[in-house]
T-cell receptor, first 112, second 113 residues
Framework: GQGVEQPDNLMSVEGTFARVNCTYS??????LSWYQQREGHAPVFLSYVVLDGLKDSGHFSTFLSRSNGYSYLLLTELQIKDSASYLCAVRDQNNYAQGLTFGLGTRVSVFP | EAAVTQSPRNKVAVTGGKVTLSCNQTNNHNNMYWYRQDTGHGLRLIHY???????EKGDIPDGYKASRPSQENFSLILELATPSQTSVYFC????????????FGKGTRLTVV
């Protein structure tokens, strides 16, 4: 089977950082994407990773460990406007045509 | 800029009625998707398409049909709407068939009463 798990909520303080975790199980992992979704809006693509390690994209960085079925999205120098849900989505090579399987998302709340 | 446009943005339908949700993309992407998003379930794939004339079943296709008459347009059809189909529906397009980067429309909030 295939599953994508994320914590429901995460709170942090403006100017600090937040790490959003994602664990997945899939029969044929072929990449993982992160999306940001603000309340009442559509998901917006942030990052895609397929190789192990840390991918630094400035305000957003992503880490992947394929052997552990684990990824995280790191948001640094948090701003209030970073408050949103962050969705992890996995691509399965055995179910390639269907695209992505999404987790439920982690709601990140940034406080002053 | 890449754009996926959905219409209507809001819809109230009666049980048993027919509902058509429309989606237009100017990305020239071959692949298009229809998702629904519900609290506790996240985004779930209903139907998808590889290109004009093709439609495929996703994870939860029951009660829905899809139509892809052209590269740009992809419709979702509820022939007999039920209250359980009350949800927010998102259309999306992607260049890569596996969905490396997918562009979403703003969503349609459908309420079936």
């Amino acid at each position: 089977g295939q599953g994508v798990e994320q914590p429901d909520n995460l709170m942090s303080v403006e100017g600090t950082f937040a790490r959003v975790n994602c664990t997945y199980s899939t029969s044929g992992f072929n990449g993982l994407s992160w999306y940001q979704q603000r309340e009442g809006h559509a998901p917006v693509f942030l990052s895609y990773v397929v190789l192990d390690g840390l991918k630094d994209s400035g305000h957003f960085s992503t880490f992947l460990s394929r052997s552990n079925g684990y990824s995280y999205l790191l948001l640094t120098e948090l701003q209030i406007k970073d408050s949103a849900s962050y969705l992890c989505a996995v691509r399965d090579q055995n179910n390639y045509a269907q695209g992505l399987t999404f987790g439920l998302g982690t709601r990140v709340s940034v406080f002053p | 800029e890449a754009a996926v446009t959905q219409s209507p943005r809001n819809k109230v339908a009666v049980t048993g009625g027919k509902v058509t949700l429309s989606c237009n993309q100017t990305n020239n992407h071959n692949n298009m998707y229809w998702y629904r998003q519900d609290t506790g379930h996240g985004l779930r794939l209903i139907h998808y398409s590889y290109g004009a004339g093709s439609t495929e079943k996703g994870d939860i296709p029951d009660g829905y049909k899809a139509s892809r008459p052209s590269q740009e347009n992809f419709s979702l059809i509820l022939e007999l709407a039920t209250p359980s189909q009350t949800s927010v529906y998102f259309c999306a397009s992607g260049r890569d068939r596996g969905g490396t980067e997918v562009f979403f429309g703003k969503g349609t909030r459908l309420t079936v009463v």
